[in-house]
Each structure stands twice: as structure tokens, then as C-alpha cells.
């Protein structure tokens, strides 16, 4: 099991990420390419799988995450914080999700809309040690 971010939206090719790289997601594993005309329908295109550089996944970003919300830090400060932000700004959607079994885990995920919702939901998540899932579409 492994976590998945997708970064979504016509000006995508305008963010830059600290860690990781971003595939297109046609590219990316094959379970993330079955996938992609699926999100791309959902969150708009091109679409990008945000890959961590270890695992083909996104899971060492979100164990990354998870650690910085639990030191009680600043979730502003933080790398994925950054992105939340940048996708704020450039009006890009992010996906993201723990995959499991369930071949719909993708669409199991809470819409928010506002960085404030973003980090509430993340820093609950993360304290109760619930698996992160979330899709920003922040308000255009």
C-alpha cells in the first residue's frame, strides 16, 4: 500500500517542487496510468503524479508530512506546504490518497477548498494517525 499525490490544472507546468519530481501521470506506475483519464476527467489535465525519487510513489512525501505535523510544526513551512500554497495560487487541484484495495480509494477523498480546511483536515488526520486523504480544488 502506497500514497498517491496528483497535482492537476492547465498552468501545473508552472510549479516546482523541493522534493521529488512530478511525472505526467500517463508516464508514471501502471496503476497511476489506468488511471489517468479517471483524474484528468475529475481534476482537469494535464495531471501529474508528485513522485518522492525513492519508491515511484508519493509515500515518503506524506510520511514526511505526517512527522512535521506531529513535531507540532508549521504545516506553512513545510515542503508540501509550499506546493498547497502554489496550488492555491496557480488554481491547481491536488489529489491525494492512501491506496488500498478498494480500486475506488482515489475518489474516497474529502474536497476542500481553502488552505485553512487543507491543514485542518491533514492535522487531524495526521494526530489520530488516520491515513491522509484529501482533494484540494481551491475556489476559482
Request: aromatic share 10%; charged share 20%.
Amino acid at each position: 500500500m502506497s500514497y498517491f499525490i496528483i497535482i492537476s490544472g492547465k498552468s501545473v507546468s508552472a510549479l516546482s517542487v523541493d522534493e521529488g519530481f512530478l511525472t505526467p501521470i500517463k508516464r508514471a506506475q501502471s496503476y497511476i496510468s489506468s488511471l489517468a483519464s479517471d483524474i484528468s476527467s475529475l481534476d482537469g489535465s494535464p495531471a501529474y503524479l508528485w513522485e518522492d525519487g525513492k519508491s515511484g510513489t508519493s509515500t515518503e512525501i506524506v510520511y514526511n508530512l505526517e512527522n512535521h505535523v506531529r513535531e507540532e510544526k508549521s504545516l506553512n513551512a513545510s515542503v508540501f506546504g509550499k506546493v498547497i500554497s502554489d496550488c492555491e495560487s496557480l488554481r491547481l487541484s491536488l489529489r491525494l490518497w492512501w491506496a488500498n484495495n478498494n480500486p475506488h480509494a482515489f475518489t474516497d477523498v474529502a474536497c476542500v477548498k481553502t488552505m485553512a480546511e487543507v491543514y485542518s483536515i491533514i492535522s487531524q488526520q495526521a494526530c489520530n494517525c488516520d491515513v491522509i486523504t484529501l482533494l484540494f480544488k481551491p475556489n476559482n
